[in-house]
């Protein structure tokens, strides 16, 4: 570490130094212009998408026709959102995606913090790295790669077309990016101080209290990053529900009848491409006969599939800016 | 005499003891908290894991019956995949070559937009909000919907490089555009990045920073000195995160779509993918070791001794 340091601040003194004379000449607010330049420029990057998108759900097939309409529709042409609405099932498969992404999730993040805190703090323990490189091989292979076996297994358990194969693997640390939220915890748990167990201890709590009560405390800003996460990707998660819940699109996730809805629209409009490989499967979406402008109906519909997490998201931001309180050492 | 003689093998045997049994306890504890992974493991990965192994060392063979069966013919998909098929060598290297240009780009990028937000400048609500976006939208369907509908047409029409375009003509523009174009996919693929990095900085205790102020330490020093080895196991997780997930993206990454290719295949070559997998798979754990390695002398994790 001390090299590497000091490398850093070979190359780093002299910008320091301007630094310090930009502040000396108490110019420090065009530093803070510069700063707003750039989180407004990257914005511009992140947020020039989502305006496409929802400005384009408003609208009408005439606008999207029309090559003079620019950006803004000519009015709001909300028909594309009661069309997907009823297209999406919408009411119901809210209830259903909710009820899912929140059993997955609750799952994921109690066992994923367990078992990343085993692997933080008995690390010294023989066999340990060992198993904790297995898990992490276990996240660099892709469920793709694994899906005839995996689907085989599901098989065997009878737990095709039911919500099993997506919800139960959560309570086991595995599941979408399971290993990836261990690591999380792993990481988050590692940095805190050895003392603080070590003191509990001498008052004689037991390691799961430690674990309860002193230390996942501490580490809230990361359970808070590793709830959204785990949220966002079970909520647009399609690869695992099309394999496993397959043609059952009565029970199906908001993001499967995105993907059919999408699939369907384009298929349709554009008679030279097939279906998708969801499309195909749903008897009743089939008969409705979309049109190139249904352009609009999709975006109302993408529209739709995320604004619950992002709702979600903007709730819990304030988590993670808490920050965690002192540790009540005395260093 | 007597006494302390028969004492001593006693006191001897009391002071051994409790180091064993404070070991087996805190192997017990150990066991209580990763079980849930083990048996998770062993259900539901372990199974697929071998299976695919050994699908890689095998061809697939239709009975006469219409059933399918296994023949195994040993490493020959490996040595198929490495020197006869001309495309699986090629596309290993440009997804390597392609990662650890971009990683820097990201791991950069992502630490700086996570500082800039940390500052409690006016607004950062809603810029932490903008910055979720690339999480949400970018896991979705809807992410291929947008760029497939002509990512470049989005960002150029109305936006501030329409003018360049106009101006230096469609051979020069198209370049630029290329640049813009990989940039901000760079940028929309770091969301999870500052979103860590965030957690990461919040997670840093007061304290610290309270010593480096009292200690006269100026904003530079601290960062060098407080922020970055308090951050190091973050930058671990942000390291380990993008490898994997650019090596891994079906999106950007022509390994994968070229493996998927061949086991679905007219050929339906499922050994020689399994092979394939499992090679890139080994390559890349390679890689993500030696970044473990690195990071064993360099991480600082305040919670081992």
Known sequence: ?331 | MRATLRAMPGMKLRAARPKGALHRRRVLELAFFITPWIIGFVAFQAYPLLQSLQISVSTLKFTSKGGVSWLWVGLANYSNALFVDAHFVPYLVQAIVSTFIEMPLILVFALTAAIMMKQGLWGTTFFRGLFFLPVVIGSSAVMAQLLGAGGVPVIVQGSFLEPIFHVVGPTIGNDILGVFQDMSLVLWRSGVQVLLFLAGLFGISPTYYEVARIDGASAWQTFLKVTLPCLSPMVLLVTVYTLVDSFTNPLTNPVLGYIQSQGLSGSLNLGLAGAMGWMYFVVIFIILAGIFKYAQTHVYYAGER
């Open chain 1, 1 to 331: 570490m001390a090299r590497e340091l000091a490398a850093v601040e070979f190359v780093a003194n002299p910008i320091q130094r301007a630094f310090d004379k930009i502040r000396n000449r108490g110019a420090l607010w065009i530093v803070r212009l510069v700063l707003y330049g750039i989180l407004v420029d990257l914005g511009f990057v992140y947020f020039l998408p989502m305006a496409f998108m929802v400005l384009t759900s408003f609208k009408s097939p005439l606008d999207l026709e029309n090559p003079t309409v620019g950006w803004l529709p000519t009015s709001l042409f909300v028909e594309n959102y009661t069309f997907a609405w009823s297209q999406l099932g919408y009411g119901a498969a809210l209830e259903r995606t909710v009820a899912f992404v929140l059993i997955a999730v609750v799952g994921q993040v109690l066992s994923t913090a367990l078992v990343g805190y085993g692997f933080a703090r008995y690390s010294r323990i023989r066999g340990v790295g060992i198993l904790f490189l297995l898990a992490i091989f276990t996240f660099l292979v892709p469920p793709q790669t694994i899906v005839v076996s995996t689907f085989l297994n599901y098989k065997i358990l009878g737990w095709l077309s039911t919500y099993y194969p997506l919800t139960v693997p959560e309570w086991f640390g595995q599941g979408i990016r399971g290993a990836f939220f261990i690591f999380i915890f792993r990481q988050a748990f590692g940095a805190l101080p050895w003392e603080l167990e070590e003191a509990a201890r001498v008052d004689g709590a037991t390691a799961w209290n430690v674990f309860w009560r002193v230390m996942l405390p501490l580490v809230r800003p990361s359970i808070a990053v590793a709830f959204v996460f785990s949220v966002v990707w079970h909520w647009n998660e399609t690869f695992a529900p099309s394999n496993f819940l397959q043609d059952k699109y009565k029970i199906w996730p908001l993001s499967l009848e995105l993907q059919n809805f999408t699939n369907q629209a384009l298929s349709n409009s554009n008679p030279l491409s097939s279906g998708g490989s969801a499309g195909s499967t749903s008897q009743f979406q089939q008969s409705t006969l979309l049109t190139a402008s249904s352009y609009g109906a999709i975006m109302a519909a993408s529209v739709l599939v995320i604004l619950p997490p992002l709702i979600f998201y903007i709730l819990i931001q304030r988590v993670f800016v808490q920050g965690v309180e002192r540790t009540g050492l005395i260093e």
